[in-house]
């Protein structure tokens, strides 16, 4: 039976899935040995499945709802990959508490031209927790992979070595190298 793949979406900007998706032909390998099941990007699914083998959570925690579907991910998932430095560490989602929620909904609704030309703040906006999390201070999580987004090279020798069950073996290399 094929592995189950997931990739969960919270306070992002999506980056970390696209970089996976540029794997281009890599990903025909991973598809060979296992089923995406559940990608907000990517996929029309709005709820992961039970029995997920391995999911990858992107972005941090910075509302009710991101901490909801964290714990439901990390319930149906047998391994959870933190995936990107927002997922690993708070990233750019962290930036916000530089920030009061009223500064921030104000900017994003009424002063960005772009996006809300009526300035009409919304009322179902999930409430945001008083401070932004990384993934791991809320759950367990198995392995992470930092990078914003994460570096092609390592994504194609973590995301095979995962699906197939192998031991990693990754060089040892400074953030700064590169
Ligand atoms: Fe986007 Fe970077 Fe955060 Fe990934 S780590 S979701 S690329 S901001």
Redesign the pocket.
């Known amino acids: 039976m094929s592995m189950k793949i997931a990739i969960e979406e919270l306070a ?5 899935t696209i970089a996976v998706l540029d794997l281009h032909e890599m990903l025909l390998d991973v598809v060979d040995k296992a089923d995406i099941v559940y990608s907000p990007v990517i996929m029309d699914v709005k709820e992961p499945p039970e029995g997920i083998d391995i999911a990858f959570v ?2 941090a925690v910075r509302n009710a709802e991101n901490q909801e579907r964290l714990e439901k991910i990390r319930r149906r998932a047998k391994t959870l990959v933190a995936l ?3 997922a690993c560490y708070g ?2 989602s962290g930036l916000s508490m530089l920030h009061s929620n009223d500064e921030i909904f104000s900017y994003v609704y009424r002063e960005v031209e772009t996006v809300k030309p009526d300035g009409v703040i919304p009322t179902d906006v999930p409430p945001f927790l008083y401070r932004a999390f990384a993934v791991g201070d809320l759950t367990k999580i198995d392995y992470y992979i930092t990078g ?2 994460p570096k092609e090279t390592y994504l194609k020798q973590i995301i095979p070595a995962l699906v197939s069950g192998d031991k990693l073996s990754l060089s040892r290399k400074s953030v700064c190298a590169d």
């Open positions: 992002g900007c999506s980056g970390c992107t972005g990107g430095t927002c990233g750019v914003c987004p």
